[in-house]
């Protein structure tokens, strides 16, 4: 090789290729850039990085130096930038040389939206109605199953398309509902203090008749089975109905005892087989291993898996 002969480009595009088409990315230098082709961050112009050699027609040999050149834009609004200075704003967006060229060509890139579907959101409910049912018709044509890079690129676009309009629709409903909230909050803030404090009182109240018609009714069961003991028996004492007792009712309704079953757990252990087929306690066992799971954990008889999820 001569001083003069142009550099080998193929080695000088193993950065790029080994990222745009494998995943397997090399070191990244500021103000170092690689030759290939990318994705500008923010405005997603195509970019190409390239490098600039001057050659003789009649030689083959430089009659300049060979410099680095960025070519950012597309056919119709290419413009020259300073490569080092762009480097670090698509070092981390390489793309394949046949989606470059989709995108240079076309001024889109493979998988983006029809425009009138990437239209700025609507500021009424019907305007972001009709945007989402649109969006919605493009995501009916995506496969349950994707099978390439095309059919990914589109499906996460109309994800985050989604998501932009989910999150206006979700802003007005919060906005139309902001005075129905301030209504309801100025409506509680004037009625609660006194329901709270009728209710601890009341429920404190219930609490103390209870324990007295508990205890009256026990004293009535009591003499009720002596006495039926005595003229009857055992058995007769056993029949004995538990009498009715009551209180209060000189000016309103009368207040009688019910009495209510209640499980104390003594070994939860025990106890968990006795509701383990239940439903809700499956539910909650579950939620509870979930959160396990995420914490890094690995509890006996479950099976940790991974599930690959789009964000």
Same mark, same amino acid.
């Given at each position: 090789?001569?001083?003069? *002969?142009?550099?080998? $480009?193929?080695?000088?595009?193993? %950065? %790029?290729?080994?990222?745009?088409?494998?995943? +397997?990315?090399?070191?990244?230098?500021?103000?170092?850039?690689?030759?290939?082709?990318?994705?500008?961050?923010?405005?997603?112009?195509?970019?190409?990085?390239?490098?600039?050699?001057?050659?003789?027609?009649?030689?083959?040999?430089? =009659?300049?130096?060979?410099?680095?050149?960025?070519?950012?834009?597309?056919? /119709?609004? *290419? /413009?020259?930038?300073?490569?080092?200075?762009?480097?670090?704003?698509?070092?981390?967006?390489?793309?394949?040389?046949?989606?470059?060229?989709?995108?240079?060509?076309?001024?889109? %890139?493979?998988?983006?939206?029809?425009? =009138?579907?990437?239209?700025?959101? *609507?500021?009424?409910?019907e305007g $972001?109605?009709?945007?989402?049912?649109?969006? $919605?018709? $493009?995501?009916?044509?995506?496969?349950?199953?994707?099978?390439?890079?095309l059919q990914?690129?589109?499906?996460?676009?109309?994800?985050?398309?989604?998501?932009?309009?989910?999150? #206006? &629709?979700?802003?007005?409903?919060?906005?139309? +509902?902001?005075?129905?909230?301030?209504?309801?909050?100025a409506v509680? =803030? +004037?009625?609660?203090?006194? &329901?709270?404090?009728?209710?601890?009182?009341? =429920?404190?109240?219930?609490?103390?008749?209870?324990?007295? &018609?508990? +205890?009256?009714?026990?004293?009535?069961?009591?003499?009720?089975?002596?006495?039926?003991?005595?003229?009857?028996?055992?058995?007769?004492?056993?029949?004995?109905? #538990?009498?009715?007792?009551?209180?209060?009712?000189?000016?309103?309704?009368?207040?009688?005892?019910?009495?209510?079953?209640?499980?104390?757990?003594?070994? %939860?252990?025990?106890?968990?087989?006795?509701?383990?087929?239940?439903?809700?306690?499956?539910?909650?066992?579950?939620?509870?291993?979930?959160?396990?799971?995420?914490?890094?954990?690995?509890?006996?008889?479950?099976?940790?898996?991974?599930? *690959?999820?789009?964000?």
């Amino acid at each position: 090789m001569t001083m003069n *002969a142009p550099s080998d $480009l193929g080695p000088k595009y193993a %950065w %790029w290729r080994a990222a745009a088409y494998e995943g +397997k990315f090399g070191p990244i230098h500021e103000g170092q850039p690689e030759l290939g082709y990318f994705k500008l961050r923010r405005s997603g112009d195509p970019v190409c990085i390239e490098l600039h050699q001057p050659i003789d027609p009649e030689t083959g040999e430089l =009659d300049g130096d060979e410099d680095i050149r960025a070519r950012v834009g597309t056919a /119709q609004s *290419a /413009q020259w930038r300073n490569a080092e200075e762009i480097w670090t704003w698509v070092a981390s967006n390489p793309v394949r040389h046949e989606d470059y060229k989709v995108a240079y060509d076309t001024g889109q %890139w493979p998988g983006d939206l029809p425009n =009138d579907a990437m239209a700025p959101a *609507a500021d009424s409910f019907e305007g $972001l109605v009709e945007q989402i049912e649109i969006v $919605l018709t $493009l995501a009916d044509a995506v496969p349950e199953e994707l099978t390439d890079k095309l059919q990914a690129d589109t499906a996460a676009n109309i994800k985050d398309r989604l998501k932009d309009l989910w999150d #206006a &629709l979700e802003a007005l409903r919060v906005e139309e +509902k902001r005075p129905y909230d301030e209504g309801a909050k100025a409506v509680q =803030d +004037k009625f609660k203090p006194e &329901l709270t404090k009728a209710s601890v009182v009341r =429920d404190s109240l219930s609490v103390r008749v209870g324990r007295y &018609l508990g +205890k009256i009714r026990e004293a009535a069961m009591k003499a009720a089975r002596e006495a039926a003991r005595e003229a009857g028996g055992d058995e007769a004492a056993e029949a004995i109905v #538990a009498p009715v007792v009551r209180v209060g009712g000189a000016s309103g309704r009368k207040t009688g005892v019910t009495m209510v079953k209640k499980g104390l757990i003594t070994d %939860w252990d025990k106890a968990y087989m006795a509701v383990r087929e239940d439903g809700k306690v499956r539910e909650a066992i579950d939620k509870a291993i979930q959160r396990l799971v995420k914490a890094g954990a690995k509890p006996e008889g479950v099976s940790v898996t991974e599930e *690959a999820s789009a964000r």
